[in-house]
């Protein structure tokens, strides 16, 4: 065997991993009451099947895919398909068993109900 | 040494990666990259197709209703207008807004007149479709050859 050949062989068997489309930032707004953390996230385009949700170890990720079908030629575009990736620390006090996620006109509603202990409480103050 | 025209591709394909890579990091590093709805510049980005004999649009606009947006053609002429309002929850406390809110509009120059009767308006996942027929005169004709 030539060393070409050997090439050839050995390009085979390593297998790239990159990414096809382009990653974009979504523009998010945090909103928090004594309950919970309320995250609102743009992603137009998107559908319920292509996002992902992932909160481990105090970091929660979102991943959303816009694959939109497209006919004809393009006269022009300002927007492509893209993966929207945003990631966020999230505190351990997170009920992640609770977490609801709703999604709307393209936007990302995610609900972090805060775990019992971490919620403030009143304090009864008595008079001796 | 390249043997195939597969590792000249996968060349380039390493370099736009890494250009990508370099877009992200020069354009707007830790902030949304593009898709922030800014007061200054409040327009839906879009995009504009040609397909036989209609043409289609698609404009993003995240978080609005159908009753929020409106759509206006004469002729060649289309604008595209609405207003984007807070969904911020009551008694909640604000941490970070970057999707703003406002109104904005936005008119077009097509390249060939519309049927203004037969446009189609579709609203999906924050995404507005549009279809519109060109008139007769602007259709494309199949020629006989005699």
Do not use: C
Request: charged share 30%.
């Amino acid at each position: 065997m030539d060393r070409a050949q050997e090439i050839v062989k050995q390009d085979e068997r390593t297998v790239e991993k990159t990414h096809e489309l382009y990653e974009a930032t979504p523009a998010v707004d945090i909103y928090e009451n004594d309950n919970e953390i309320l995250l609102h996230a743009d992603m137009p385009g998107v559908v319920k099947e292509n996002i992902s949700v992932d909160i481990d170890n105090g970091k929660l990720s979102i991943s959303g895919v816009r694959k939109l079908k497209t006919e004809g030629a393009a006269t022009y575009t300002e927007f492509s398909d893209v993966e929207f990736v945003r990631s966020f620390s999230v505190p351990q006090t997170i009920d992640v068993e609770k977490v609801e996620a709703e999604l709307k006109n393209g936007v990302l509603k995610l609900h972090l109900p805060k775990s019992e202990a971490a919620k403030p409480r009143q304090i009864e103050i008595k008079t001796a | 040494m390249f043997t195939r025209f597969g590792d000249i591709d996968r060349l380039f394909g390493t370099m736009n990666l890494l250009q990508r890579k370099l877009d992200n990091l020069y354009g707007a590093y830790g902030r949304p990259s593009g898709y922030k709805w800014e007061l200054e510049s409040a327009v839906p980005k879009t995009n504009l197709y040609e397909h036989g004999d209609n043409f289609e649009i698609k404009a993003e606009v995240p978080g609005l209703e159908k009753n929020n947006l409106n759509v206006k053609i004469q002729g060649n002429y289309l604008e595209i207008s609405g207003e984007r309002r807070s969904d911020a929850p009551e008694g909640y406390k604000t941490h970070k807004t970057e999707r703003g809110v406002g109104s904005f509009s936005r008119s077009f120059t097509l390249p060939a007149d519309v049927d203004s009767t037969k446009v189609k308006a579709t609203l999906k996942d924050g995404v507005l479709y549009l279809t519109l027929p060109k008139h007769e005169a602007a259709k494309p004709k199949k020629i006989s050859i005699n």
